[in-house]
């Protein structure tokens, strides 16, 4: 199967759950996320905001808000095409939507901060395999504003988020894709360089 097919298999199976299994893999991707002493320790995390049944991250949101820490969303960044930019999120937040009608903080009224000073960063997914190879949207969003952690050690740790039938036996590893260091699903937290 290539990416193409094996994306809209993944996304038509993210789209058929309903809302109650929603609401239970969201609970149970926070509850995988406290198993990671980084992720409880981290001051500053990004995250995402849901769309096309990716699993949510809206309790660990608030999670992380009730714990005082400070929460990020990627934006897609006005100059720098096909690059992301992360804005602190809060409840009061001023959102608008992007071109490709996902909520995102407005960038003209809210602070940025470089990648690099994010302690986790939550990715969404299609797919993934054990090896921490990641299969996004196609965009290549993350992988170029991240390509800057190869050289620097993997700052800021990158973190998979998905249900777990989005685990698949082997990816096709580009040269640009950015390798994750962890999974976490509904089901479990695992760790990637460990293996």
Not at 41 to 47: C, H, I, P
Not at 138 to 158: K, M, V
Not at 167 to 185: C, F, H, N
Request: aromatic share 10%; proline share 6%; charged share 25%.
């Amino acid at each position: 199967m290539n990416k193409q097919e094996l994306r809209k298999l993944i996304r038509k199976k993210r789209r058929a759950l309903t809302p109650a299994q929603r609401h239970k893999a969201g609970r149970g991707l926070m509850r995988s996320l406290h198993h990671s002493p980084k992720y409880l320790s981290a001051s500053r995390v990004a995250l995402y905001l849901t769309n096309d049944g990716e699993i949510d991250p809206l309790w660990a949101i608030e999670d992380l808000w009730k714990r005082g820490k400070e929460v990020y969303l990627p934006v897609l960044h006005p100059i720098r095409k096909g690059y992301l930019a992360f804005i602190r999120y809060r409840p009061e937040t001023k959102m608008r939507q992007n071109r490709f009608g996902i909520a995102e903080p407005d960038f003209r009224f809210n602070k940025r901060i470089p990648a690099r000073f994010i302690s986790i960063i939550g990715l969404p997914l299609v797919a993934f395999d054990s090896r921490g190879n990641r299969l996004g949207m196609g965009g290549g969003f993350y992988d170029r504003t991240l390509a800057f952690s190869r050289a620097e050690g993997q700052t800021p740790t990158l973190v998979g988020c998905a249900y777990a039938f989005q685990e698949v036996r082997m990816l096709p590893a580009e040269s640009w894709d950015i390798p994750l260091q962890y999974i976490a699903t509904d089901k479990q937290l695992t760790s990637l360089t460990d293996l």
